[in-house]
Each structure stands twice: as C-alpha cells, then as structure tokens.
C-alpha cells in the first residue's frame, strides 16, 4: 500500500535553476493537489487536477507549472527556482469532489533554493 | 471559511486516552468535520470525519455534539508515536472548476504523550 508517493525527498537548488517534483498515487484517485508548507503559514494549495488531462490554479500558482498527462501522475515544475520557493511540497489525492472525501497525503519534497 | 478554535497544546500520558477538543460555531449544515494529524517531518494524516453522527475507525473516535458547534477527538490508548500537532477542519471550500476542494489547516494542537 504505497499510497501517495513524493520524488525526490530532499533538493537544493540554485536560483534561476529548474526542477520537477513528481507525485504519483496507485488509489486510481481522480483528484490531485500540490500544497507547500511554510513555517506559521500552514499549507496552502499550489495547483490542482480534477483528472488525467486537467489543471487549475490554486491559491499561489505563480512560477509553478504542473501537468497530469497519466491519472496517477501529478507533476509540480519549477522553471527558474527563487529562494522564496524554498518549502515543504506535498501531494494529495482524494477520490473526487465533495465534502465526504478526504485527501491523502505524501510524506512531502523539502526544496532549498540557495 | 468556518473558523476552528483548538488548545495550542495537550499533554497524555502513555496508556491513557487522549481527548482533543475543536469549537466550530459557524459551521454549516452541509460541513463536514475532519482530522487530521501531522508527526514531525511527514505529510498530514487523515484520522477521521464525520458529519452529524459520532464515528469510530481503527485510529479513533470523533464525537460531535448534537448542535455541532464543537467535536472532539479521542485516541483511546495514546502512544508515544501519537505525539503530533492535530488539525481540525471543518470548513473544506468549494473551488470553482471541477467543483474541488481545499484543506485550510489552522494551527492545531501540538499533543505530547509523555512515558
């Protein structure tokens, strides 16, 4: 039972340089989520993807891109890392829309943009 | 967002039965309440929901008072791996494409279950 799993774990990266994170889940969830996690600011949703072929931005979109090309696949890119980038990613899935459907979360990506 | 209100911080000793408390006095007829729990370093855990009746699963129960203005979460026999900081959540918004949802997390209640 992988559940919901984050690729790569730990990154430094420089700024200006580019990076993705890949989430894959193996629930057959149709919706999928980015959310970064900032020290006092909770979690705040980056991009989301209500099925394969599908994104919508979220509440802080800018200078991320995702895309969802296999339902089990979210991707989060980075173009051109700014320190301010620096956060805890995670990925959340959750079966589909309404208020009974809890997401499922993976163990994050801790990105350090130097 | 309906707001919840949650201590900063609980202390339970190991064995004994943990009981987080959440008022959320503006929740709506149709909102669900959620846990959710975060160990040091990991992605947030879903525990339980529930919306009018008390539930129970393999990790807890969650009573909710019957004008479910407040609930609580109980973890019968707390161990020391149940230190966390706890979120409760009950107001998931409504995103407008695709009719999705968001998670807002507040700041929780750290609980420490001391040996």
């Known amino acids: 039972n992988a559940g919901v799993t984050q690729t790569p774990k730990f990154r430094v990266l420089k700024t200006g340089q580019s990076m993705t994170l890949l989430c894959a889940q193996d629930?057959?969830?149709?919706?999928m989520y980015w959310y970064r996690q900032d020290p006092g600011m909770g979690l705040r949703l980056i991009h989301y993807s209500v099925g394969e072929g599908t994104t919508a931005k979220g509440e802080v979109p800018d200078g991320y891109n995702v895309s969802r090309l296999k339902k089990q696949n979210f991707l989060l890119g980075l173009e051109s890392a700014a320190p301010s980038q620096t956060s805890v990613y995670f990925c959340?899935?959750?079966?589909?829309?309404?208020?009974?459907?809890?997401?499922?979360f993976g163990d994050g990506t801790r990105l350090s943009i130097l | 967002d309906a707001k919840t209100t949650q201590p900063p911080s609980m202390d339970c000793a190991e064995g004994r039965a943990a009981n987080l408390p959440c008022n959320h006095s503006?929740?709506?007829?149709?909102?669900?309440v959620y846990w959710y729990r975060q160990i040091h370093s990991q992605g947030p855990q879903y525990i339980i929901h529930g919306l009018k009746n008390n539930e129970t699963n393999e990790m807890a129960s969650l009573i909710i008072t019957e004008d479910r203005k407040s609930s609580t979460l109980i973890l019968p026999h707390a161990t020391l791996r149940d230190t966390a900081v706890y979120y409760c959540i009950v107001r998931v918004a409504l995103l407008t494409q695709g009719g999705s949802e968001k998670l807002v997390f507040g700041k929780g209640t750290k609980l420490t279950v001391n040996p």
């Open positions: 959340a899935s959750s079966p589909g829309q309404g208020f009974n459907q809890p997401q499922h």
């Open positions: 503006t929740i709506s007829g149709n909102e669900y």
């Open positions: 629930m057959n969830h149709e919706y």
